[in-house]
């Protein structure tokens, strides 16, 4: 009898008959995604950019980008009559007239939103796990790139409506833009086309570069985004067999797809479940926007409260010379500051490598505490970012607590440089505490040891008082680091096995120790029976270089710092200041 | 030649897991279905023209479905399977190499090559400068645009109705928007907000005394920090009479002080508010004395000229 054929076979062969792809789609297939719930924030970022798309074809047939004054005859009562520009009543009509036109518009702005908030946390979770070092960092810029994208594109987009809170907004921008220092009010009226509120061009050039370049820019940039993580493989956490020539996982097919998609759907679910139910931008209830009109307690979409924030903290000052006006003020808040953050972000690789003298590739993560330095440094910038996006809301405090405005500015123009120091000590003390205080008791002493008695036999040690009995602590390396150390094991692996030698040649292996160490000759390699060992400057053997099922394998021989008991160590000068105040302390008492 | 032994580069299994659960099948079955009913319900509900709310639910109910019969799926249906995957490191140095002297290869045979780099610089600066230079064009028209304002001498204010009006039309602590009659309201240069104080409060500049009427101050409405329109007066009628009046602008806060000429008192902002002398006409109703005491509007390099 001759089998059946699968019902899906008739597809494969389709394929690879048209196509000849079977290699590729074979490789596709077994692609293999590491496991992490970390991972899929980048995911969800991009599909709300799918969502935005579709949602965002939909509207666009409906909206009219023009300024042009208008009498509004729609269905909602409170506003007929009323003299609105094009745009602003297009929207209205799109909401009210058009069926599921509020739902996709709803969604639209739900799905801007959380895109921004998916694109952060992304950032977020690569900046603190140093998923951005080598090779990744040219993928690290091109995401970075993305997030200012999406925040020029959201606050176009909302801009678009001209309602009056985006027409404060973008009043707040022109005069953005017009602070750049000597050329800003040529800018200005160059993107405008005239002076505020500028000429009747500027409508269709906001919605030509909301709804086609920022959007083709973007996809080409997550397709380059894509096309790299595909080249590079995924990151992984430390686990299991896991290691940095490696990948563990779960392959495309079909578990992978199949969960993959279903974060699709739930991310589409959230945002049209937002967009039915939860409202978002009411404009009929704003109305339209005129230069003469504001209101009080208007707040951007959240993704712009750290410029709003920055613009309201700055000093009413701006240096005059001649007349002639240096640095207008909403210069430092609107340009200056998030120059300075894009800056750092788009540094932040090449700062790493300088402070960790790390040129080597990296595909295992760091855990957050495992470089306490770096993820106090990065907390402390983001502290930065977060009281400036929350200066921008200090009003909201006055009206809920009653605080007064001026005083929480006065406070908050001085602690926007202590708190992120402060910030900076305490998540180094805790990430130090967690990543080498697993080990130690806390408090007292409550089990007992075992020691192997010199004689043979073991022997119960009993604690005199509840304190801990002294055990020599087993040393780590003398003279470097832990995580030097490390890093020279790496640098070991990776060169022995992409040179794959018959034999060692053991003055090139200690010319890469020395160079992975920053040219400091602080261990040997010295050759042994099986291959060579890593000697630290006291003779210690602290990692073994042997050949092992084909492949060179580097071993650590002593344990990894945080397995290690804490070390009695030379007390710091600040405790020997204290013993010594407590000595003439007690000498002083009767 | 070096090439990678042949098993790297493809996944190999590590673990392989069949979960054969019949009652996870069903479950998929359901969720699928009612994916599809959710989704049935939406159409409906859009030929129905039901309410924003409906439709938002019912989209959002089947897409939450499927979701979770793709997750249940992914999960607890098809096989689980962890691969692991060896990779190759990235550089290939015997590659590198090559590519390194294909790219030398190019200068074979150049002996004046630091004459070249300089006329390329040349040329580079030259083009640049003749490329941005053309921008300076639009230098004197923009800071013409920018000052022009509507405001003359002899012009009347007018109300947003279009009305013109006078002081007996504003009670004390109130205040109201006006424009130059005839005029664009859109420009910055446009909207001033008059407020009304007690006369014997005003404290303004010796050259501007006569510019209040009965206690009646014009300002420009435009923020000069970033051209919000200054759209709050504080003037407390009843004890404590603290804080002292102002004008305020919602979207920094930038705060202004009526009573001498507009200077600031709190915020972001660096210039005062541009100050409008008032006269009063035969009828008593609001005419222009002259143009506005400064620029309106957010601040650029010639702002104070």
Not at chain 1, 478 to 497: P, Q, S
Not at chain 2, 14 to 22: A, D, K, L, N, T
Not at chain 2, 186 to 207: F, K, N, T, W, Y
């Amino acid at each position: 009898m001759i089998p059946r054929p699968h019902p899906t076979d008739d597809a494969v062969r389709f394929v690879d008959d048209r196509l000849g792809a079977s290699k590729a789609v074979k490789k596709a297939l077994r692609y293999v995604f590491p496991d992490h719930w970390s991972f899929m924030l980048g995911e969800i970022a991009l599909y709300c950019f799918a969502v935005l798309v579709a949602t965002g074809i939909f509207l666009a047939l409906f909206y009219s980008p023009s300024d042009s004054d208008v009498i509004y005859r729609g269905v909602y009562e409170p506003l007929r009559g009323a003299e609105v520009s094009e745009s602003f009543g297009s929207v209205v009509n799109l909401s009210f007239d058009v069926p599921a036109g509020l739902l996709i518009r709803q969604t639209h702005h739900w799905a801007a939103d959380v895109f921004v908030a998916a694109i952060v946390l992304h950032l977020l979770r690569v900046f603190f796990t140093a998923a951005f070092r080598k090779p990744r960092d040219v993928n690290y810029f091109v995401g970075v790139t993305m997030l200012g994208l999406a925040l020029v594109e959201g606050f176009l987009g909302y801009s678009l409506v001209d309602d009056l809170l985006s027409g404060m907004g973008l009043v707040i921008a022109y005069s953005v833009l017009m602070s750049v220092p000597l050329i800003g009010a040529q800018a200005a009226v160059l993107v405008w086309g005239d002076a505020w509120p500028g000429s009747p061009e500027l409508w269709p050039r906001m919605f030509i570069v909301h709804v086609l370049v920022i959007p083709l820019i973007l996809g080409g940039l997550i397709a380059t985004h894509l096309t790299m993580i595909m080249r590079h493989h995924h990151t992984q956490f430390r686990g299991p067999r896991r290691t940095e020539h490696n990948v563990v996982g779960t392959p495309l097919w079909p578990a992978y797809a199949l969960r993959s998609l279903g974060l699709a759907a739930a991310v589409v679910a959230v945002l049209v479940l937002l967009g039915g139910l939860v409202q978002i931008n009411p404009i009929w209830e704003w109305g339209p926007y005129h230069t003469a009109d504001a209101t009080n307690g208007a707040q951007p979409d959240w993704y712009l409260g750290w410029l709003i924030g920055g613009l309201r903290l700055v000093f009413g000052y701006e240096p005059v010379v001649f007349g002639y006006t240096l640095v207008p003020n909403p210069f430092w808040g609107g340009v200056a500051f998030p120059l300075v953050v894009f800056g750092i972000l788009y540094a932040w690789p090449w700062l790493d490598r300088r402070r960790e003298r790390d040129q080597a590739h990296h595909q295992l993560l760091d855990l957050p505490r495992d470089n306490p330095r770096r993820t106090a440094l990065g907390a402390a910038l983001f502290a930065w970012v977060a009281i400036v996006f929350f200066v921008g809301a200090l009003d909201r405090i006055y009206f809920l607590l009653g605080v007064p405005y001026e005083g929480q500015i006065w406070f908050w123009r001085f602690g926007i440089f202590v708190v992120p120091v402060l910030v900076y000590f305490v998540v180094r003390r805790v990430t130090t505490e967690l990543s080498v205080g697993r080990a130690r008791v806390l408090r007292g002493w409550y089990g007992q040891t075992v020691r192997r008695a010199p004689g043979g036999g073991f022997e119960v040690l009993t604690p005199p008082d509840g304190a801990a009995p002294s055990v020599p602590a087993p040393e780590g390396p003398k003279g470097v680091t832990d995580t030097e150390l490390g890093r020279v094991i790496n640098a070991l692996t990776a060169t022995l096995n992409d040179q794959r030698p018959e034999r060692l040649d053991v003055d090139r292996l200690q010319s890469l120790v020395t160079d992975s160490l920053g040219g400091e000759e602080k261990l040997a390699v010295v050759p042994d029976l099986n291959g060579a060992q890593v000697l630290d400057t006291r003779g210690e053997r602290l990692a073994d270089i042997r050949f092992a099922g084909g492949a060179w394998t580097v071993e650590r021989a002593v344990p990894a710092r945080d397995e290690l008991p804490a070390s009695p160590r030379e007390p710091t000068r600040g405790e020997k200041a204290r013993a010594r105040a407590r000595g003439a302390w007690r000498k002083l008492r009767p | 030649m070096r090439r990678r032994p042949p098993g790297q580069d493809e996944a190999t299994t590590w673990e392989r897991e069949v979960p054969r659960s019949g009652v996870m099948e069903g479950l998929v079955a359901l969720l699928l279905a009612v994916a599809g009913v959710c989704a049935a319900a939406f159409a409906v509900l859009y030929v129905l023209d039901a309410s924003t709310q409906l439709l938002g639910l019912s989209l959002g109910l089947a897409f939450a479905a499927l979701a979770a019969a793709l997750v249940v799926a992914g999960k607890r249906v098809v096989p689980q399977e962890t691969a692991i995957l060896d990779k190759p490191p990235l550089p290939d140095p015997e590659e590198r190499e090559e590519v390194r002297e294909l790219v030398r290869d190019a200068g074979e045979g150049v002996s004046r090559r630091g004459l070249i780099v300089g006329a390329a610089g040349v040329a580079g600066c030259g083009l640049g400068a003749a490329l941005v230079l053309p921008i300076a064009s639009l230098g004197p028209g923009a800071d013409a645009r920018l000052a022009r304002t509507p405001w003359r001498r002899g012009r009347y204010l007018v109300d947003e109705e279009g009305e013109r009006f006078g002081p007996d039309d504003l009670a004390l602590g109130g205040f109201l928007t006006a424009f130059p009659e005839g005029a664009d309201k859109e420009e910055v240069g446009s909207p001033v907000i008059l407020a009304r104080l007690r006369s014997q409060e005003l404290d303004l500049p010796p050259e501007r005394r006569g510019w209040a009427q009965d206690g009646v101050v014009a300002y420009s409405k435009i923020c000069t920090h970033a051209g919000c329109a200054v759209a709050m007066f504080r003037y407390p009628l009843y004890p404590p009479q603290t804080p002292p009046p102002a004008l305020v602008c919602p979207c920094h806060y930038s705060t202004f002080d009526p009573r001498n000429g507009g200077e600031r008192t709190f915020g972001p902002a660096a210039r005062a508010l541009p100050q409008l002398p008032l006269m009063l006409d035969a009828q008593r109703r609001f005419v222009a004395g002259g143009p506005l005491s400064g620029r309106p509007g957010p601040s650029y390099l010639t702002v104070r000229k």
